[in-house]
């Protein structure tokens, strides 16, 4: 069975669910306080917080909301320069660990959950932020759970800006000039949907795998699905499973037939996430597998009154299409060498408390993850931003991504080989074989 178009009623949509990037040229820049009028806390001295983040773009909803808050900050306390430190997240990544090499984290700086932060807590680059959360009630804003993903012996170290899923964005007008009528329910119909868009003279997918990440959160969603359900990293780690396992042979083998089909743009692996994006925001491209914080930017894109979401389809008949790949946010953890730990502390609680806030007004708050007071549908929230909130109520669990549960070394060897899927066909056993070689080589 497929799917009919429709539009969600406003009123049907479901308030945000607790559930379980990224773009862009490096650049950088400082927001510097021009109102000398306005009240300090007192006479401090001159205090510069480097914030080191993901987001470079200026016309991204996220950049809006990050410099409004820190412009404010800066006019409020006259002595505080916020320096802006603006990478794509592969660049960050990289520069993160170099810095943590030579002990010389920003004040603040942008961590992912789970396994991919605990290096880091582990070497004590980060502070404890316990205190600063109870500082004006700023952990009651958070939603119940997500700061678990960013915990460590009863410690949380790192601050969340989103709460999402992985969802399929499509044009709807490019649907239709194919002669499409429905959305794909099935992993065939969603390759039979990828040939007759080529066939039209259409890209069917974009994806940004020159950051290697974004391929392999796509994949994994394949693997959710020949799993029939969550758990197959951690069933790996436990030593029950092994990546020779047939749901992972057949999760690779269906991933390599989308891309033999012609799925994805010519030079995938040269672009970048920002690049690949852009194609689907000005309309070169069908379809767009990302997570839910892409929605803002989407929406306020030349195509954004013609996009919808579905969920991934079945494959070869197994999954549950309401399991999605969940994606706690990226996250602002604070140097524990800050030479001014308080007043990065009093910043962050401060961008923390604002943050819900600014995103709804700057409609962008479907996916953060903190409590969002406010009605979506009478703010004029678009009929996309409520169809992601719909499908986000309805979510019935999942699983995080390959390097939010493997450690580092078994993650790159997994990024570098499923890249290699997006450029030469290559038996799936052997891609088994792969990733178990090296995950026994890094336990």
């Known amino acids: ?38 009240a300090s806390t007192d006479k401090a001295e001159n205090v510069t917080i480097t914030f080191q ?23 409020d306390h006259p002595n505080v320069k916020i320096e802006w430190d603006s990478l794509n ?61 960013y915990s460590f012996d009863n410690n949380v170290y790192a601050l969340p800006d989103g709460n999402n899923v992985g969802v399929m964005f499509y044009n709807k007008k490019l649907f239709e000039q194919a002669g499409i009528t429905a959305t794909p329910t099935t992993f065939d119909e969603l390759i039979n949907d990828v040939k007759t868009l080529k066939a039209k003279g259409i890209t069917p997918m974009v994806t940004g795998e020159k950051d290697t990440w974004t391929g392999s959160f796509l994949f994994m969603n394949v693997l959710l699905r ?23 042979v057949e999760a690779v083998d269906s991933f390599e037939k989308l891309v033999q089909a012609g799925a994805f743009q010519d030079g995938a692996t040269s672009m970048d996430y920002n690049a690949g994006e852009s194609l689907f925001k000005t309309g070169k491209a ?10 803002g930017a989407i929406d306020q894109s030349d195509v954004g009154a013609d996009v919808g979401v579905f969920k991934f389809p079945t494959v070869n008949g197994k ?27 009093d910043f962050l609680n401060y961008f923390m408390l604002q943050y819900p806030k600014v995103s709804f007004d700057m409609k962008n708050a479907v996916s953060v993850a903190q409590k969002v007071e406010g009605d979506f549908a009478a703010a004029g929230y678009s009929a996309l931003q409520m169809e992601v909130a719909g499908l986000k109520g309805a979510v019935k669990g999942g699983d995080l991504s390959f390097d939010n549960t493997m450690n580092p070394a078994t993650s790159q060897a997994h990024l570098t080989s499923i890249q290699n ?23």
């Open 1 to 38: 069975m497929r799917t009919s178009f429709k539009w969600m009623s406003l009123a049907a949509a479901a308030a945000l669910m607790v559930s379980l990037a990224a773009c862009g040229n490096s650049d950088k820049d400082e927001t510097t306080n021009t109102d000398n009028g306005s």
């Open 53 to 75: 983040n993901i987001y470079p773009d200026p016309n991204t909803p996220s950049y809006k909301i990050a410099h409004q808050i820190g412009d404010q900050y800066t006019k």
């Open 89 to 149: 997240t592969d660049q960050q990544k990289l520069k993160l660990k170099t810095q943590a090499a030579s002990k010389e984290v920003p004040d603040i700086t942008i961590v992912n959950p789970a396994a991919q932060m605990k290096d880091f807590v582990d070497a004590g680059l980060f502070a404890p932020l316990n205190d600063m959360l109870d500082q004006n009630g700023l952990k009651d804003t958070f939603q119940e759970g997500i700061l678990d993903f």
């Open 226 to 248: 020949t799993n029939n359900g969550p758990g197959f990293l951690s069933d790996v780690a436990a030593g029950t499973k092994t990546f020779n396992d047939p749901a992972f």
């Open 286 to 295: 069908a379809m767009y597998y990302m997570g839910t914080w892409a929605t």
């Open 319 to 345: 999954g549950n299409a309401d399991e999605y790949m969940l994606a706690p946010g990226s996250a602002f953890a604070i140097s524990a060498n800050s030479k001014h730990l308080q007043e990065t502390k």
């Open 421 to 443: 899927l997006f450029v030469q066909q290559v038996d799936p056993a052997s891609v088994a074989k792969e990733h178990q070689s090296a995950f026994e080589a890094n336990k």
